[in-house]
């Protein structure tokens, strides 16, 4: 695992969770001590804790966490004691059902996900909302970002599978696709990013190069445009380096939205403990400055000490 928040030694639930019913339970709300317990204990930890907080004061954390909290502060809390899939889910929800759709939410997350993940995301989608996430999916958005989604939702893509005789023909039909850009060219193309494995996929995009002298990016990018364009981009850019991914999709979230909140908290919460350590990496090399630095300039007060905490910095990173 290259995650920053790893099973913190010599862990103890129940002193944990009487730390937490303190802090929660007192006058004023002892956030620090949120902050130390919630983001130095990895998930199954933290989920143990909710357990024994629920037998020692028979209260749901989550509840309390909500309760005595509030804004950005509240979310990142409340967001780390979501299991995995379930934290997926209820992002998803909330980019499906909110006054307006977001779309980057459900591309950074349907467009990164493996067949196991995506399976249990639509597991917990189901418990949790009582509805079947690509049902909400085919009602909320719409055209070929649909069905692209729809697609992804379906968690069908191939695994381990490469076959080279194959590829220079995937890569003839994207660069058709590219070209000819009739409904049907769109849904060949979506069709291959979205169900070859990704062993075939690096070997169509190097095909595509030869056949069309132009990276499989630029090429989707000068031929479509709006979400549909965003959420192919996003296939392509997560099967080749997804902390790259990750990494450009924090920096556009802190610099070109005035700091977008939610997505700065989801791909922390989220990436914690798979490659946040590799996101930090990828962040530093291509934007000069670390991941550290400009959470700490653009956020504040135990919000930013939280996102520091997730985010785990070398001393370098002051």
Same mark, same amino acid.
């Given at each position: 695992t290259q995650g920053t928040i790893l099973p913190a030694p010599n862990f103890n639930p129940i002193m944990d969770a009487q730390l937490l019913g303190?802090?929660? %339970? !007192?006058?004023?709300? +002892?956030?620090?001590?949120?902050?130390?317990?919630?983001? @130095?204990?990895?998930?199954?930890?933290?989920?143990m804790i909710a357990e024994a907080y629920r037998d020692m004061y028979s209260r749901d954390l989550i509840t309390d966490l909500?309760?005595?909290l509030s804004h950005h502060f509240k979310e990142v809390m409340v967001g780390l004691m979501y299991p995995p899939a379930s934290y997926d889910a209820h992002e998803l929800w909330h980019a499906l059902k909110g006054v307006d759709t977001e779309e980057k939410c459900l591309i950074d997350i349907l467009a990164s996900r493996s067949n196991m993940e995506i399976f249990q995301m639509?597991?917990?989608?189901?418990?949790q909302y009582n509805t079947d996430l690509?049902?909400?999916?085919?009602?909320?958005?719409?055209?070929?970002?649909?069905d692209t989604l729809i697609n992804l939702? %379906? !968690?069908?893509?191939? +695994?381990?599978?490469?076959?080279?005789?194959?590829?220079? @023909?995937?890569?003839?039909?994207?660069?058709?696709?590219?070209?000819?850009?009739?409904?049907?060219?769109?849904?060949m193309l979506q069709m291959i990013l979205c169900n070859r494995s990704h062993q075939q996929l690096w070997m169509v995009f190097q095909e595509f190069q030869n056949i069309s002298g132009q990276?499989?990016?630029?090429?989707?990018?000068?031929?479509?445009?709006?979400?549909?364009?965003?959420?192919?981009?996003?296939?392509?850019?997560?099967?080749?380096?997804?902390?790259?991914?990750?990494?450009?999709?924090?920096y556009n979230a802190i610099h070109d939205f005035g700091f977008h909140n939610k997505t700065v908290i989801r791909i922390l919460i989220a990436r914690s403990e798979i490659d946040l350590m590799n996101i930090r990496q990828r962040y530093k090399e291509r934007y000069g400055k670390s991941l550290f630095h400009d959470i700490k300039h653009?956020?504040?007060?135990?919000?930013?000490?939280?996102?520091?905490?997730?985010c785990a910095g070398d001393t370098e990173d002051y």
């Open positions: 303190g802090a929660l %339970q !007192g006058i004023s709300c +002892e956030k620090d001590v949120l902050i130390e317990i919630l983001t @130095q204990r990895c998930n199954s930890q933290r989920l909500k309760e005595n639509k597991e917990a989608y189901l418990m690509q049902q909400d999916i085919d009602s909320e958005t719409s055209g070929h970002f649909r939702a %379906q !968690g069908t893509r191939m +695994e381990g599978y490469a076959d080279p005789s194959t590829a220079a @023909q995937d890569a003839m039909i994207l660069w058709e696709a590219c070209q000819q850009k009739t409904g049907e060219h769109k849904n990276d499989i990016v630029d090429a989707i990018n000068e031929c479509y445009d709006g979400y549909f364009q965003e959420l192919l981009v996003a296939i392509v850019l997560c099967i080749r380096d997804k902390p790259s991914y990750f990494a450009y999709r924090l653009f956020a504040s007060g135990h919000y930013e000490s939280a996102l520091l905490a997730i």
